[in-house]
Each structure stands twice: as C-alpha cells, then as structure tokens.
C-alpha cells in the first residue's frame, strides 16, 4: 500500500485553509494545517513533510520568519517551501523569499488546478523515485513543443518566449541553489554543465569540470556502462571521489538516464551529497568498537600470559646465580631480556583496553609539545631530518601529560620513519571553532589508500620490527581524552589531527 504524503499548510485566516483543503483533498495526502508561524513550526518539529505551503502576511512570525527558522534546522532545511502571496508586484519581497529558501510562489486568488500540479511535483520529488528523470524529459518535451509552436505560430512568440523564460528561471534556481552536487552529462559521460554545489565540493570550476568526463572522478565499475546500454535506468552508491587537490571524499551518487521518445539517451543526471564526515563518524565507531573488544581480550588473557612468564623469569634468574651454568650467562641473559619485551608488550595491549584516563590535570597542550621538542629535535637530527614547531595560543585541558606525551611521540616518531633525509616535520596547535587542534605532518610519499581502514588495529604494521600498537594506543588515549584523531594523507605528505573538544574540558 502505497504511504500517505504530509503536507503543511500554514495561513492565520480559516477560510483559506478550508480552500486549500478542498483543493488538494485527497487519500494520497495527509493535510496538516497551522494558523500561525510558531505553530507551523512546532509541526514541523514533530513530523517532516513533503512540501510546505507558506502564508506571507501572518500576524506575529510572518512567512519569510517562519521560513527562515524553518532553514536553519537540519531536519527541515531541505523541506520545499512555496509561498502564498496576494501581492504581484513587490519584486523585492519575491527575491527575498527566494533567498531564504523558497522553491516557488502562488499568487491569491489560487487557480486549483496550478496548485494541485505544483504540489503533485513536490510529492514526486520527495518520493526521490525517478523524480529527476521526469522533470528533465516534461522539460525537454515542453521545449521541443515550444520550437514546433514558435514555427507556426509567430503571434504567439512573445508570451511562448516569456514562459520559457520563467521556467527555466525556475529550474535554474533549483540548480545552483541545491546544496547538493548536481551533473548534467551527455551519452558519453562527458560533462555538460555542474552546479556550484559540485563544483566547490571538488574544488574545480566550472569551465574545467566541462572539459573533464564523469568517471575522472570516481570509479563507476560498469554501471555507468550498463546505464548508457539501457540495462539500468538507475544507479545509486557510496563512492570515493578525488578532489583537484589530490585528496579524497565520499559521496552518495545518484546517477539518472533520461531518454527521448525512442529511447535514445539524451542526458545522464548525477546526483553526488558529500558523506565524507559521516563516513569518517563511521569508521571512528569501527575503531572503537574494535578496541573495546580488544580491551576486553587482553584483560582476559593477560594475567594467564603473565603468571608463567613470572615463574619462568624468576627460574632463570635463579638458575643465572648457579655456578655451574655461569658458561651460559649470556643465553639467561637474552632470554630474561625476551621476557621483559613480551611482558611490555602485554602493559602496552591492555593500555588499548582502558576506558578512562588516569590522574586528569588542567594544564596547557602547548607545554607538552616544547617539552618534548628537544627530543624529537634529537630524533630528526639523528636521521638527517628537520623539525619545525609552531604552537598558537589555546586554552588549558584536563589531561593526562604521560599518556598524551606517548600519543605525540607516537606520532612524531611515525612521521619521521615515513620521510627520506632532508625533509621536514611540523608540529603545530592551533584553535578551531571550540576545538583544540594537535597536528603533525610529514613529507613523506603518504599512505596507502588499501591499508587506510587498518591503520590502528592492533598488531597491523608495515614496519620490520613493528608490534602494531603504536597508533592502536594513540586511539586508544585519544578516546580516553574524549578526542579523535583524523588523517588526510596525499602523494606529497600525510597529516595526524588529534581534535579535542575545548568545551567539554571547562568546569
């Protein structure tokens, strides 16, 4: 059974919400209906609706208000508004509810049939079910006609002239005002035309991006393909896509064919919303979820692994004092060393198991990291390397400087394993909205985008001698910190960013 459709009608006078009840009474619908702004918006809290039909003169919050607070929540920010107005002149009023989000206007008196159609479109468009494919091919339908009417009917030029013209104004403010990346590409998969949206979200303009072909982006894996042959209509993944400066996001594309009467392809619309935080959100779960149950299982195995090792440390010790096995001193030796390195081993797998910090004290990042400068300036020099230190001015945080002391070095120790002589590491804090920022950066070759989604598991390394813990524990104590620890890597260096939440650390 197909799901009834909500939609808001918000006007101070009665009689014209009856009208709008009659005109777009229908089972398919469920009406709801506010007589004032505030109560609009207490609706549009409770419940998301599929189009807004908007009063401009209400007593109290007037529509453009009511809109306006209607756009600064997330949950309704992409709610289509249409505004109803009795004044046909005021161009600049129009501009302005344009500008705070509206989709289109009805004038009063309302044409029942005009409103029936505009709301039917909004539904399609929520239903997000081949909306866009639709919209394109009426378009190209109603253009086509308009050609063929403007050849035999020459008195009718101008006011044929002056629809297309609103229409495509319509369509045109849809385009560049979408928060979301919308292509238009040929049968080819060539580039048409982009909306700003996409544009900034890989940082290319527009007379590039026209030059360049879809797939140069991402990988599509044969369903664009598929989609120019007609197996598929429509297509819809997560997918990777690289920006111009070489770094990476993800996206959520959907991809669209729109065909002519004899289902030829005319255009391929690409629908791509940056994920990239969310996926980043997704990941640090992962992890964390992967470090509690590593937790879990060192504090399990761990006094079973100690308790031998501790009787036979202490029988090699013993029999190392013996006279008669003085021949073999060195071999008590170097295995009593073995021990001791398991057993560091052991302290630093159940650090990962953890959940709080201990002895938290207020005090400054920034001492932390010139404290330690000294030694990894030591590091650097010792490999042929340079270090650079650049601290700003940030508020104090309870930390613990022990643990937050290994997450740096770390880190810094990290860097300098990534890059070849004669390059530099930089450290550096700084402020960000409320957040307190620890980056370091290298110049290294970057990281593998195949071993990305491993980095931090416990015991995976691609070092010789590595344990594997390094970057486990510096999750490990970020999480303890209530902070995350982020990466952006490239061919030319890669970056740790360990974020703290400044606020979350007052009193």
Not at 206 to 231: C, I, P, S
Not at 250 to 270: C, V
Not at 379 to 402: F, T
Not at 413 to 418: D, H, I, V
Request: aromatic share 8%.
């Amino acid at each position: 059974m197909e799901r009834v459709i909500k939609i808001l009608m918000v006007d101070d006078r009665m009689e014209n919400l009856l009208a709008l009840e009659g005109i777009l009474d229908s089972p398919m619908y469920r009406l709801v209906t506010a007589s004032s702004g505030e109560e609009a918006l207490r609706q549009v809290l409770k419940e998301d609706f599929a189009v807004i039909l908007l009063d401009v003169r209400m007593p109290g919050i007037d529509g453009y208000e009511t809109a306006r607070i209607i756009r600064s929540r997330g949950k309704s920010r992409q709610t289509p508004i249409i505004f109803i107005t009795a004044n046909h002149q005021n161009t600049e009023e129009i501009i302005e509810g344009y500008a705070l989000g509206a989709i289109d206007y009805i004038f009063k008196p309302i044409d029942p049939e005009t409103l029936r159609y505009k709301i039917a479109g909004f539904v399609n468009l929520y239903k997000h079910r081949e909306q866009l494919e639709i919209m394109v091919q009426q378009r190209t339908k109603e253009l086509v006609l308009a050609n063929q009417r403007l050849q035999r009917e020459i008195e009718q030029h101008r006011k044929t002239e002056e629809e297309l013209r609103k229409s495509d104004w319509r369509f045109r403010t849809f385009f560049e005002k979408s928060l979301i990346g919308i292509v238009l590409l040929d049968a080819e998969g060539k580039i048409i035309e982009s909306n700003p949206a996409f544009q900034k979200m890989l940082g290319y303009t527009d007379d590039e991006l026209n030059k360049m072909v879809f797939t140069e982006f991402t990988d599509t894996e044969g369903y664009f393909d598929d989609l120019l042959n007609g197996k598929i209509n429509y297509y819809e993944m997560q997918k990777r896509y690289k920006r111009k400066n070489g770094k990476f996001m993800w996206g959520h594309l959907n991809l669209f064919s729109a065909r002519d009467n004899n289902a030829s392809i005319e255009l391929i619309i690409a629908f791509v919303q940056d994920i990239t935080e969310k996926k980043i959100l997704e990941e640090q779960m992962v992890r964390l979820d992967r470090l509690n149950l590593i937790g879990e299982m060192a504090a399990g195995i761990s006094h079973e692994v100690r308790n031998p090792m501790t009787t036979v440390r202490g029988f090699l010790q013993m029999l190392q004092g013996k006279e008669h096995c003085s021949l073999y001193k060195d071999y008590f030796d170097l295995m009593i060393q073995e021990l001791d390195r398991a057993n560091s081993i052991i302290n630093e797998f159940l650090s990962i198991g953890r959940n709080k910090p201990s002895n938290l004290e207020k005090q400054n990042l920034n001492l932390i990291v010139k404290s330690l400068e000294p030694l990894i300036q030591a590091d650097a020099i010792g490999q042929g390397k340079y270090l650079q230190v650049e601290i700003n001015e940030i508020p104090d945080l309870l930390l613990n400087s022990k643990e937050i002391r290994q997450v740096i070095l770390n880190l810094c120790r990290n860097g300098l394993e990534a890059m070849p002589s004669g390059c530099c590491l930089t450290i550096r804090t700084y402020m960000k909205d409320s957040m307190v920022v620890l980056t370091v950066q290298d110049e290294g070759e970057g990281i593998n985008p195949e071993i990305m989604n491993k980095l931090g598991t416990p015991f995976f390394t691609t070092k010789n001698n590595g344990t594997g813990l390094g970057l486990s524990i510096c999750y490990s104590i970020a999480a303890r910190h209530n902070a995350v620890i982020n990466i952006d890597t490239s061919a030319s260096g890669t970056t740790f960013y360990v974020i703290f939440n400044s606020l979350s650390h007052e009193p």
